[in-house]
């Protein structure tokens, strides 16, 4: 490694039109096209890195220019350094005084910063020719400390405890590993729960999603109660009804949701985007009772953990848990909702926070206060990002699998040279490949096309709105 250093960086606006579909809206975001913020890190050799972080259009530019002032800061950087002791790197990401005025680990700084830290992260992994996930499933319980961010969150987890959590972990880990390659790892679908799909399509895509194995689906919530509870008993009726599943299929309860399966063992959940006050997040969710959804997703604000806490405190008596973490902007928040007993289910995201450094100290602390991590997905590339994720939380940190489980999102995958796959149990298959590194890697074709506002598609939007004639649908999202 001895002279390898990063010597030069392009950042890429990438925007793809999922706005045109109704593909991710809800009751906050009634219109979205997925998009990322894409930063190639490169090196004196052929090592480059990808890395980005996810925005829903307007904006990204923003995020684009953040990410160029924080990735100036390691261009010249010598990478052996920063490969032996990647908890420091973290440190120095997040330290220029001047950038932490703008906002301190939060905000558009901290999605930058997310892109930047990813990539170095795909660099470190791809070095070692391995798989993001297995890169660090080999790390030593000491090494997996040193990688992590503990800065401001002692009060809940020291890295004495971690690192006694993490060796009492050990002696499981190759057959968790093992069992996990062969089997998968459990999903659950969003794909036919967008607020603005019509009926029809949300029962096409429910037995569709029936069809390929999922036993687990959400839905979007928030805009009015007497729709969502029809919308809600429509989606049930298709996955409580036995005589939908595939020919021989079982589906066995999972744990943590087992009360509220129906007759076929499937379950619901539901998703308000953080459109409610903390009382009218109680009072829609008592009305949506009879649908018996397994939590309710970002029922109020994002930062709000005593608002959180009361609404799981109310929803008790009715079995609702509730589940959040995609805007949580730091480990920091995640440390307030589990020391407060504010959620059920700990939902990372891979770009919210700052890194792979900052997620693995918020798996540890979920483990530490028995609260399953089932991240957040979905949007472009975070699905590739967050199996790894999910990986090291089961094989690493809380060696549970029955109680988890992880979005899926069937949106954009064609564009990335490592894309997820799911098999024919629901289960996300295990990324093996050892060149594809945290599996962000996209076709330049891809980058090009969609590079906004100058790509290809784009230019295509501003012909086609020019001569009055609707805004076209790419070929690979009309679904």
């Excluded at 959040?324 to 926070?353: P, W, Y």
């Excluded at 050892?434 to 330049?444: H, Q």
Aim: charged share 25%.
């Amino acid at each position: 490694m001895s002279g390898l250093k990063i010597t030069e960086f392009s950042v890429h606006d990438i925007r793809f039109p999922t706005n045109v579909t109704g593909d991710g809206t809800d009751a906050m975001n009634k219109e979205c096209d997925y998009s990322a913020a894409y930063i190639v890190l490169k090196t004196n050799s052929d090592l480059e890195g990808q890395g980005m972080t996810f925005t829903i259009g307007r904006g990204n530019e923003i995020v684009c220019y953040a990410i160029e002032q924080i990735a100036n800061r390691i261009v010249g950087k010598d990478l052996e350094p920063i490969f032996s002791d990647m908890g420091s790197f973290f440190n120095f990401l997040v330290s220029d005084p001047q950038h932490r005025w703008l906002g301190p680990e939060k905000g558009v700084i901290h999605l930058a910063t997310a892109a930047v830290n990813n990539a170095v992260w795909d660099l470190l992994a791809k070095y070692n020719k391995k798989p993001l996930w297995k890169m660090v499933v080999d790390w030593t319980p000491e090494e997996f400390v040193k990688a992590t961010s503990f800065r401001y969150i002692t009060d809940a987890i020291t890295p004495e405890e971690a690192l006694a959590l993490l060796k009492k972990n050990e002696a499981g880990k190759k057959a968790r590993e093992e069992e996990v390659i062969q089997k998968g790892y459990p999903a659950y679908t969003t794909s036919a729960g967008w607020l603005g799909y019509s009926d029809e399509k949300v029962v096409r895509l429910t037995k569709d999603a029936l069809n390929q194995g999922f036993n687990h689906f959400k839905l979007k919530v928030g805009a009015d109660w007497e729709d969502d509870l029809r919308r809600g008993k429509l989606m049930r009726s298709i996955i409580d009804d036995p005589a939908n599943l595939p020919e021989g299929r079982i589906i066995e309860p999972r744990t943590i949701a087992g009360k509220n399966a129906g007759p076929s063992g499937c379950v619901l959940m539901v998703d308000a985007n953080q459109v409610w006050d903390v009382p009218q997040a109680i009072e829609y969710m008592k009305k949506l009772e009879p649908i018996k959804p397994w939590f309710i997703e970002e029922p109020t604000a994002p930062d709000d953990a005593v608002g959180h806490a009361a609404i799981r405190k109310a929803l008790k008596e009715v079995n609702i848990g509730v589940a959040t973490g995609e805007h949580a902007h730091n480990r920091m928040v995640f440390k307030q909702l589990l020391q407060l007993d504010a959620i059920d289910v700990c939902q990372i995201d891979s770009c919210r926070v700052g890194g792979v450094n900052e997620l693995l100290s918020i798996m540890l602390m979920a483990a530490k206060f028995g609260v399953p991590v089932c991240p957040h997905a979905g949007g472009v590339g975070l699905c590739e990002y967050v199996i790894h994720l999910s990986l090291i939380d089961y094989i690493c940190v809380s060696g549970e699998m029955e109680r988890n489980v992880l979005e899926f999102v069937d949106h954009l995958h064609e564009h990335f040279l490592y894309p997820v796959s799911i098999n024919k149990q629901g289960r996300y298959n295990v990324p093996l490949d050892p060149k594809g590194g945290y599996s962000i890697a996209m076709f330049e074709e891809s980058m090009a096309d969609f590079a906004f506002p100058k790509g290809a598609y784009w230019v295509s939007v501003e012909k086609a709105l020019a001569e009055g004639k609707p805004q076209p649908i790419p070929k690979h999202m009309q679904h």
